[in-house]
């Protein structure tokens, strides 16, 4: 894949996320159509989530979404990371996620929070790489923060 990556915030419809989420349902662990009605999960992040997502050929490559609306306790949480198979290892969930971080830390969130499969070990390593540590695990998932 060669062409230009294009990054926005909040530019995606439910549907264009919905078509996203279903080409990478494979690559969640375990696959999120499991986990969630996809079609309901895409209308929920459209009308709820903050996303920063990365576009290539008029497609959505690349999706990370947050939740930053407990103002409350000042958390902010990662809901979904995702990119299409055929553009992984290119830095797009890297980019994706710091930007994230940049927004959490200007909205003055004081943490940052996410799930992730305890056996998803690249998910693992890319939130590491961004400072995430975990702070509870069972056996199926990983609770990690981050103060921005």
Known sequence: ???????????ASAAQIAAH???????????????????????????????FEAWAEGML??????????????????????????WTGKGIASTLLAQCISHVRDQHMQLLQLEVASNNLPALKLYEKHGFV????????VTATLQP
């Open 61 to 86: 490559i690349g999706l990370v979404a947050a939740y930053c609306n407990d103002q409350e306790r000042r958390t902010a949480f990662i809901t979904s990371v995702s990119v299409l198979p055929a």
């Open 21 to 51: 989420l279903s080409h990478c349902d494979d690559s969640f662990i375990p696959r999120l159509s499991e986990r969630v009605d996809i079609r309901a999960y895409a209308d929920k992040l459209a009308e709820n989530a903050v996303r």
């Open 134 to 141: 975990v702070r509870s695990s069972d056996a199926q998932f």
């Open 1 to 11: 894949m060669s062409a230009n990556i294009e990054y926005r915030v909040n530019t």
